[in-house]
Structure formats: C-alpha cells, structure tokens
C-alpha cells in the first residue's frame, strides 16, 4: 500500500536448458557459404551491448549498495557529515537527474536484508535528494522543494473530487495562508497544486519523479515563459472510485501538494546549532502549524466540500507539513494506526472479550518486498483480533508506536512473535522489549 512503484528489474537472460547439438561441419564436397553480412555484424553488436548494459547496471546497483554500507558505519564530523557522503549524494543525484529509479530501488532491496544502516542511509540521501534540489539562477543559489500536508477528513458518503478547488479564489486564499501563519518565509515564493492527492497518487511517484517535479516548479516559478509542467502534470492520476454509499461515514487521507522556491540564506529556515535552541525552533514552528490548522479548518471544508461548519459536514485533522518524503510517512502510518485499531477494535466486540485479558503479540514479517506488521489479541489460546499494516521508515520505531496505540484499548500485556501460521498460530513467542 502507498508505496513508490519500482521500475521492472531487468531481464535476465536465462541459458536454454537443453544441451545444444554438436556441429558436424559441412560435407566435404559442399562449400562454406557462411558470409558476415554488415546485418549479422549489427545483430552481433547489440546483443554483446544488452549483456554490457545488464552487466553495468548490475555493477552499479552493487557499488552504491556497497558505498551506502561504508559511509553508514562512518562517524560524523563536527558538520554531522560522514567520509564518502559526498560521494554518495553524487551518485544519487546522478540516478535521479537520468531518471534511474532501477538503481536506486534495487541497491535498496539489497541492502534491506544486507544491511540495515546501510539501508537507512541511503533511503535518506535519496528521499532529501529529491525533496530539496539546489538551483542557480544568475550568481544566486536558491533552494526548491517539494512539501505535503497530509489530513485525515471525515465525511458522509467520501470526499467527491468533482467538488474539490472549485473555489478558486478560496483556493489562493488557502496557499496565501501559508506564508500568512509563518510556516514559510515572506520572502520565500509559495505555490499549491491546484489538485488534492489521493494516497495512490502520493504513492505511485518514485523519487526521480519527485525531483523532476521540484524542477517543473523552480522553472514555472522563475522563467515567465514556462507554459507548461508535464512531471506535476503526470502526477495527478485521478482518485479511485468512492465505494462509499451516501449515509457511510468515511474516514479518508487526502495529501496537499506544494513547493517553495527560497534563497540559501534566508534567515527564516536557519535552524540554530545549540541542540536545545533547534529544539524550541521546531516546537515555535509546530505551534504556527497548530493556530494554522485551526483557524483555517473552515477555509479547507469549503475549498473540499463547497461548504463550511456544521452544512459542510465534514471534520478535518491535518498532522503536519513536511518535506514530501516525511509527510507521506507520517500520513501513511497514522492513517495505518487507525486502520488496524479500527479492526482490533471490531474484533474485540466480535468475541465480547475484555481488553484488559488480553495479550497483544506484534511480528515484523516481509511480503511481496514490503515490511508489514502484524498484530494479533489472544487470550486463552484463543485470537480475538488481528491486524495488519504495511510500515513505511524504521519499522522498529513503528512496532513501538503501534504498541502504544493499542495499549489505549485497555491492553497491559505485550509479546513478540517471528510470525503466524496460516491457522493463527504464533511462531517463536517472547517477551517484548521496550
């Protein structure tokens, strides 16, 4: 679920298993008329220049893999940068300005089960790489990046998305507030995508899509002559169908997509180096957001629904805006957390067990290449409820957040397990470790 489509890995080219005939030659009295024709000659080329570029990517998939693995066991400096990342951030960049997903995604998929740090390193690098991109224009450096606001609504019936932005000056309202509430610079230029992205659409752009449409922006924000933006053009998809009947009351997630194109120096994003002052900038900014969302709650209801207050029917909670990557974490897992306490909750009155006798035990598994968590509420012997969830991030910080979600439900016992069987049964029981 919500997770960047990876481009197909490449062919492998498999031998025939049958075990070719042994040539006998020509007959003695026919002659060799074999001849190397300059077609034969370009069939030759091309097949030996498909196996060097098989053989080339696979060696750069391993060098970035093994190059993400040595910069992660290095120390930082006093900069908090580590020997070799330069390196590392050239070679991403790289992938991304040539639109090679394929590297990254496969150096990644190694080092997921080869190397942790190494793993976490790199799906950093390459999430900042393509979230912030560093621009000239003239003798100026200017910073672009891509931002989201992740919301959760609750409606009757679902969100329509023929209702969405038809407002539109409501809709310049809604990204001049922005700037308004301080969450970016007055000196910063602000832009919001005139289109409200569901979770498949946040979903499916892969990090060279994500820099591309960092560039898109910078170009429309400072060319006069850019008419046109076709990344941010592909990244609207369209929603899904709703499923939801009329009277069905709908809990959705829905990202706001925008861009700001700042200068390097602008004092408003320095953030300070005494880790106590960083501390109370980001909370400062975390209260703008906060008075932000609250005083613009009916803003958003009328720019989703046409509507406001009560004739909107309509309850919004935004979480928090961040850089692209970070913010479509967040929005995935709280929407996630609340997907799989909803089904727990559901099992546990099902079965008219109390949550207090209850045990939760949580296993970490794999499927289809994505790390997924799984939950289960036993009590004598018997399961109660289960849940599931794909993680995106630190799947262990997500197994302690998601421990602390259901121990709201009045669950005081915890357990790890390695899995459940297809039947339900827990494989490798023990006690879980805070």
């Not at 931002?147 to 809604?174: K, S």
């Amino acid at each position: 679920m919500n997770k960047p489509n990876r481009p197909q890995g490449k062919q492998q080219v498999k031998p025939n298993g049958k075990a070719a005939a042994k040539p006998q030659g020509p007959a003695r009295d026919k002659p060799r008329t074999h001849v190397a024709t300059d077609a034969s000659r370009r069939r030759q080329h091309n097949a030996h220049a498909a196996s060097q570029v098989l053989d080339e990517g696979e060696e750069q998939v391993l060098q970035l893999a093994a190059l993400a693995a040595a910069v992660a066991v290095g120390e930082p400096d006093a900069a908090g940068r580590r020997v070799g990342q330069d390196e590392l951030e050239r070679m991403v960049r790289k992938c991304l300005r040539q639109r090679d997903d394929e590297t990254l995604y496969e150096a990644l998929e190694h080092l997921r089960f080869e190397d942790s740090r190494g793993h976490a390193l790199l799906r950093a690098v390459a999430e900042e790489t393509a979230d912030i991109v560093f621009m000239r224009r003239g003798e100026k450096e200017m910073e672009i990046n891509a931002f989201l606001i992740p919301f959760l609504a609750r409606t009757q019936g679902g969100l329509q998305a023929g209702r969405v932005f038809t407002d539109g000056d409501a809709f310049d309202t809604l990204r001049a507030s922005l700037q308004e509430a301080g969450l970016e610079s007055p000196q910063a230029r602000v832009v919001l995508v005139h289109h409200l992205y569901h979770p498949d659409e946040i979903g499916a752009l892969t990090y060279s899509d994500v820099d591309a449409m960092n560039r898109d922006a910078f170009a429309s924000l400072t060319d006069k002559k850019v008419m046109s933006v076709p990344a941010i053009e592909r990244s609207m998809r369209g929603w899904p169908a709703n499923d939801f009947a009329a009277d069905d009351e709908a809990l959705e997630l829905r990202f706001l997509l925008g861009f700001a194109l700042k200068d390097l120096d602008d004092p408003f994003y320095a953030v300070p180096q005494d880790e106590a002052a960083a501390d109370a900038y980001f909370e400062r900014r975390a209260e703008r957001f906060r008075a932000w969302a609250d005083k613009h709650t009916p803003l958003m209801q009328h720019c989703l629904t046409g509507k406001s207050g009560d004739e909107a029917r309509c309850q919004l909670h935004f979480m928090y805006q961040d850089l692209f990557h970070g913010a479509k974490q967040t929005g995935n897992a709280e929407y996630g957390t609340l997907q799989m306490m909803s089904e727990l909750e559901h099992g546990l009155a099902q079965s008219g067990a109390a949550a207090a006798d209850a045990t939760a035990i949580f296993a970490l598994a794999d499927e289809d290449g994505e790390s997924v968590l799984q939950v289960q509420l036993r009590a004598a012997g018997q399961v109660l409820a289960q849940a599931a969830r794909v993680l995106e991030g630190d799947p262990h910080e997500q197994l302690a957040d998601a421990a602390d979600a259901v121990a709201t439900l009045g669950v005081a016992q915890f357990r790890l397990a390695d899995g459940f069987a297809a039947d339900g049964s827990v494989q490798r029981e023990r006690d879980f470790r805070a």
